[in-house]
């Protein structure tokens, strides 16, 4: 009896010891490191109030974040938002205000936000982010840019462009930065591979994983995704073109027509946007000369305008994002000599995710906010 008793205890003992030695093989192997990498890295900066949830990184050189790959998990998302000029503009102030508190009530995704915009304007945009924040709890980082410096390379790009779309040729160098999204592919680090860009007027009724997602929507060709414009701008803009020739395409309304773009909300597919070699043949004075020449085109509203001329073209460069995303509010157009078709232009069905309250547009208050 005695024996047997040693006998079991020993047994016990020795059942024990294999436990742990099996525990300790597992913990060091790459099974349970395999698990840890899929789970999203913890900020290590307290989740809170104000403060605590910045992380300045890096003054020019800034982080990219591996989600290039289709299907794979996305941990963060990189929003690049012009806001310049905002000292002493407290109308803009209070709409990147908006902007970014609507975002952080619906991302279900930590964000890292980029400013474009003078150093003033990223001081200020860096204290509206802390309050911001603070009212919701999600994470976020602000990348700091030298904009100076990224000016100047982009400048070197597209100063022989930008003549034909604004209205101030041979501008100072500064307002090359209203055409970073056309040249960012070169002027921002190879380690980023997708960027959500927009404008500072926007208010997000929807998360904005949800836009991110539609990059997996795009076709083989697509380096970009970008709505509609919601007025019959470029109809305008084109009207001797489509004079000349009855029965274009060319600035028609949707859902048939090539009606041109609105560059508040882009999705931008850097990896696409460096590998086209027809989307980077055609950033070219010599190219775009030819294409103003043809299609009679003097733009003034930067990007778009670019982005507008190339698809005349190569329609196949551009995804088309539903209007729910950028559902432009400006009406400037519906009396001036477009009555009959405006609402061709500027309806938008389903459900509204993004409301962008360009040409100072107020936005209106939704359910969410009363
Ligand atoms: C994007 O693709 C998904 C999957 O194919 C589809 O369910 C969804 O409707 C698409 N979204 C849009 C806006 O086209």
Redesign the pocket.
């Known amino acids: 009896m005695r024996s047997s008793g040693v006998l079991k205890i020993l047994a016990f003992l020795i059942t024990c010891v294999i436990i742990i030695i099996c525990y300790q093989i597992l913990l060091t192997t790459s099974f349970f490191n395999h698990i840890d990498s899929k789970i999203p890295q913890a900020d290590p900066v307290p989740l809170g109030k104000g403060v605590g949830n910045v992380k300045v990184i890096l003054e020019n050189e800034p982080q990219g974040t591996a989600t290039a790959k289709k299907n794979e998990p996305v941990h963060e998302i990189n929003v690049v938002i012009t806001f310049t000029n905002a000292k002493d503009n407290t109308n803009l102030q209070q709409k990147f205000q908006t902007t970014v508190l609507s975002m952080f009530k619906w991302t279900t995704t930590p964000v890292n936000i980029y400013i474009i915009g003078d150093q003033a304007s990223q001081v200020i945009a860096d204290a509206i982010l802390k309050q911001a924040v603070s009212k919701y709890n999600k994470q976020y980082k602000l990348v700091k840019l030298d904009t100076d410096d990224l000016a100047k390379k982009l400048h070197e790009v597209i100063k022989e462009m930008q003549q034909h779309f604004s209205y101030k040729p041979g501008a100072y160098y500064s307002h090359s930065l209203f055409f970073l999204s056309i040249a960012i592919h070169r002027v921002m680090p190879e380690t980023l591979h997708r960027v959500i860009m927009m404008d500072a007027d926007l208010k997000f009724n929807n998360d904005v994983k949800e836009l991110f997602d539609?990059f997996?929507?795009f076709s083989d060709t697509n380096v970009m995704g970008i709505a509609r414009e919601n007025q019959p701008v470029y109809r305008h803009v084109l009207s001797v073109y489509r004079g000349a020739n009855p029965g274009t395409r060319v600035g028609d309304p949707p859902p048939n027509g090539i009606t041109g773009f609105n560059s508040g909300v882009l999705l931008l597919n850097l990896d696409k946007m460096r590998k086209s070699e027809l989307y980077n043949s055609l950033i070219n004075p010599k190219v775009v000369n030819d294409l103003t020449k043809k299609y009679s085109f003097q733009g003034h509203l930067g990007d778009q305008d670019f982005f507008t001329l190339l698809s005349l073209e190569h329609e196949n460069l551009f995804y088309i994002l539903?209007c729910t995303w950028n559902r432009q509010l400006c009406i400037w157009w519906r009396d001036k000599g477009y009555e009959s078709v405006f609402d061709l232009y500027f309806k938008c069905e389903g459900h509204i995710n993004i409301y962008h309250g360009n040409g100072n547009t107020d936005i209106p208050k939704l359910d969410w906010e009363k």
């Open positions: 539609l997996d929507n539903p």
